[in-house]
């Protein structure tokens, strides 16, 4: 068969018109939003199970052992560096200084939204009598504001400052 011949796979048109570039340009911001929160919302919850971003007093209580309140500071760095470099590398993709401003406070509040919505998935399911649904929503709030909605919000100045520097 020379390749003058080759026959066109039927579903091929189809591919080709599913490649569409134009809506790919339009679902990038998208997407990037919501690997974006998604990452963050992993980050966070990984540093909550771990209990370095637990309120030191709870309800008054303290109920945190001092094991944790005591521990290393080096996986906070890392939380907060990862985090800092994730905005970097996502409005660098985004390239748009407006639409990366927007797609901060929407990853920003998807990742909040996130993390409630896991942290509360054993009341959900009727495990703990509505105990956890307070306790997610203030541990949300403490994890993620206010040191790490300006580093965040520092890391996406950061990428919007390169992005107009290198691109």
Same mark, same amino acid.
């Given at each position: ?9 039927? %579903? ?6 599913? #490649?569409?570039?134009?809506?790919? @340009? ?12 998604? /990452? *963050? ?18 309800? @008054?209580?303290? @109920?945190?052992?001092? *094991?944790?309140? /005591? ?21 660098? #993709?985004?390239? &748009?200084? /407006?639409?990366?401003?927007? /797609?901060?406070?929407?990853?920003? +509040? ?12 054993? &009341?959900? +399911? !009727?495990?703990?009598? !509505?105990?956890?649904? !307070? ?8 994890? $993620? +504001? ?6 965040? $919000?520092? %890391?996406? +100045?950061?990428?919007? @400052? $390169? ?5």
């Amino acid at each position: 068969m020379s390749q003058g011949s080759v026959r066109w796979l039927p %579903g091929f048109k189809t591919l080709l018109r599913l #490649m569409n570039l134009a809506l790919q @340009g339009r679902l990038k911001p998208v997407l990037t939003v919501l690997g974006w929160a998604t /990452s *963050s919302a992993a980050l966070t919850l990984a540093m909550i199970f771990l209990g370095y971003l637990l309120p030191k007093n709870i309800n @008054g209580g303290g @109920g945190l052992y001092g *094991s944790v309140i /005591s521990a290393s500071q080096i996986p906070l760095w890392i939380y907060y560096v990862a985090n800092f470099s994730l905005c970097v590398l996502a409005t660098v #993709m985004i390239s &748009d200084m /407006s639409r990366s401003l927007l /797609s901060f406070f929407a990853s920003y +509040f998807v990742a909040a939204v996130i993390t409630v919505t896991i942290l509360s998935l054993p &009341d959900y +399911f !009727g495990c703990c009598g !509505g105990a956890l649904e !307070g306790a997610a929503v203030s541990w949300t709030f403490v994890a $993620l +504001f206010p040191y790490l909605f300006l580093i965040e $919000l520092a %890391g996406t +100045f950061t990428g919007i @400052g $390169l992005a107009e520097h290198f691109l």
